[in-house]
Nanobody, 125 residues
Framework: QVVESGGGLVQAGGSLRLSCTAPGFTFDDYSWGWFRQAPGKEREGISCISGWDSTTYYVDSVKGRFSISKDDDKKTVYLQMNSLKPEDTAVYYC????????????????????WGQGTQVTVSS
């Protein structure tokens, strides 16, 4: 089971930290991704982190503002979101896939096997 939390309403320029807990997983065997889906738009992958060496990747729209990290002992992945913009408003999802190399980073949603239910982030102008 994958469970996101931490969403909410924030003013533009503010910050939020999303958490994704997955107690049933051996954490460093899996790669983790954050995705978002705004109303009327397709789901997009925005950041990911590999299982073993914690390589990270960000799409350009969030680079420099968002930061992904994970705590293997707590079995939690985080997405720190700073300098939020109204266009960041979306439902944010955490997802995971097996990472046999330990170095997998991907924002292709089709590759991910397990998904959370999503958490709403709303940024007001």
């Amino acid at each position: 089971q994958v469970v996101e939390s931490g969403g909410g309403l924030v003013q533009a320029g503010g910050s939020l930290r999303l958490s994704c807990t997955a107690p049933g997983f051996t954490f460093d065997d899996y790669s983790w991704g954050w995705f978002r889906q705004a109303p009327g738009k397709e789901r997009e992958g925005i950041s990911c982190i590999s299982g073993w060496d914690s390589t990270t990747y960000y799409v350009d729209s969030v680079k420099g503002r968002f930061s992904i990290s994970k705590d293997d002992d707590k079995k939690t992945v985080y997405l720190q979101m700073n300098s939020l913009k109204p266009e960041d408003t979306a439902v944010y999802y955490c997802a995971t896939q097996l990472d046999p190399t330990g170095r997998l980073v991907s924002t292709d949603s089709a590759e991910y096997d397990y998904w959370g239910q999503g958490t709403q982030v709303t940024v007001s102008s």
